[in-house]
């Protein structure tokens, strides 16, 4: 093996340092971040970073409370997380790591495993312009293989079997009960019902899948987003202008609401929402409060199905194990539990692990889409990408 040039050995050198200066200490006491629990680096709810000494040391000791010492924002001390990505970087750049690097290259048999389970190949696309108009949202009826989307064509609904066909459509825009004036996002319940958001008038539709109106939910929303069904078939519904998740429970077929519970709030602009079919834990993306054109950015958040906080990451964190900008539309759990984002500004789908490995980040899409919004999965674990870009449902294929 040849050894590396003295000058290529010296600017690596002079990188790994600059990387420890700037991203390896915590900027409040200058302390170097460490595996250790008093210098752990500390994700705050505002996506700022510091060690979990000076969490401490700014909380409020009799109700646990501070403010991120860089942006003002308040939070309680329960709400920070481990920084990750932080502990990855430290862990790549100890001495001990840096030995056993090569051997990692070559990857265990269960990574392996999990890399070919997530291989995916381009089928068929269906759609296109005319036939879909702006589409926003989309489901799959796993009891019946039909795959419903919401868009901004004259009927709002559209039904397509798996081949492409349209089966039915239904919700012209209007100010009747059943109609829908701009959808945003869909689901389908476990007993096969249409579950719509509809930001015109404020309110979450339901529907049979004749296009009969069933129930119509207001609640006071500020504006309900984003849609997926749990195991129990309830639903959990995003409100990015409250910044908070709710939980509706409602008989669908009877047409009664049960209950709707606001189970999360402190939230920054909650939209895309998913719930994975085996543990019940939830995704929800948030999209950050901008700066400028340039400074948009996105975070993950992960719960358990009692709504305790998993992980996070946002854009700033993901660049630290992906090489370019990551803007998160949409998001998905596979039929193995891994979360599946929707990356627009690569125009790419991403696998962050499942929530118990987050983030390990694989790119498993990352040619033939124009802006992806949607993200569902089959019962065969296909995955369908609703691209708003040309207006089509594309179809992808364990490989």
């Not at 290529?8 to 460490?34: A, P």
């Not at 047409?255 to 909650?270: D, F, H, R, T, Y």
């Not at 987050?358 to 919004?373: A, E």
Request: aromatic letters at 8%.
């Amino acid at each position: 093996m040849c050894a590396m040039a003295p000058d290529k050995m010296q600017i690596m050198t002079e990188l790994v340092n600059e990387t420890e200066v700037s991203l390896l200490e915590c900027k409040v006491c200058f302390e170097k971040y460490s595996q250790k629990k008093k210098h752990r680096p500390r994700n705050l709810p505002c996506g700022h970073v510091v060690c979990l000494g000076c969490v401490f040391s700014l909380a409020h000791p009799r109700n646990f409370r501070l403010e991120c010492p860089f942006c003002r924002r308040a939070c309680k001390s329960s709400e920070t997380s481990d920084c990750l990505p932080l502990l990855h970087l430290i862990e790549i750049l100890s001495p001990a790591t840096s030995m056993t690097l090569a051997s990692r290259t070559t990857g265990t048999r269960d990574e392996t495993a999990v890399s070919a389970s997530l291989s995916l190949t381009f089928n068929f696309s269906f759609g296109g312009w005319g036939t879909l108009v702006n589409p926003t949202g989309t489901a799959m009826c796993q009891r019946s293989g039909c795959v419903v989307v919401a868009h901004d064509g004259k009927k709002r609904i559209k039904l397509f079997g798996l081949n492409g066909s349209c089966i039915q459509q239904f919700g012209e825009r209007g100010d009747a009960g059943n109609d829908i004036k701009y959808p945003l996002d869909v689901t389908v319940t476990l007993d096969g019902h249409v579950v719509v958001t509809d930001s015109g008038d404020r309110s979450v539709k339901v529907f049979d899948f004749n296009g009969r109106g069933k129930l119509v939910i207001r609640e006071a929303f500020c504006l309900p987003w984003g849609l997926d069904t749990t195991p129990e078939n309830e639903i959990i519904l995003s409100d990015p202008e409250a910044g908070a998740l709710y939980r509706l429970t409602a008989n669908f077929k009877k047409g009664e609401l049960k209950k709707a519970q606001k189970i999360q709030s402190n939230l920054c602009n909650p939209k895309g929402v998913a719930v994975s079919q085996i543990s019940g834990f939830i995704t929800v993306i948030e999209h950050l409060i901008a700066k400028g054109p340039n400074y948009s950015s996105t975070r993950v958040k992960i719960f358990s199905a009692d709504m305790k906080l998993i992980g996070q990451m946002d854009s700033f964190g993901l660049n630290l194990v992906y090489p370019s900008k990551i803007y998160a539309t949409a998001v998905a759990f596979d039929g193995d539990g891994h979360i599946i984002v929707a990356d627009a500004y690569n125009q790419a789908v991403l696998c962050l692990g499942k929530p118990e490995e987050f983030p390990v980040l694989r790119p498993i899409i990352i040619h033939g889409l124009s802006y992806p919004v949607a993200l569902t999965y089959t019962a065969n674990n296909s995955l369908l990408v609703l691209d708003c870009g040309d207006h089509s449902v594309k179809v992808y294929t364990a490989s």
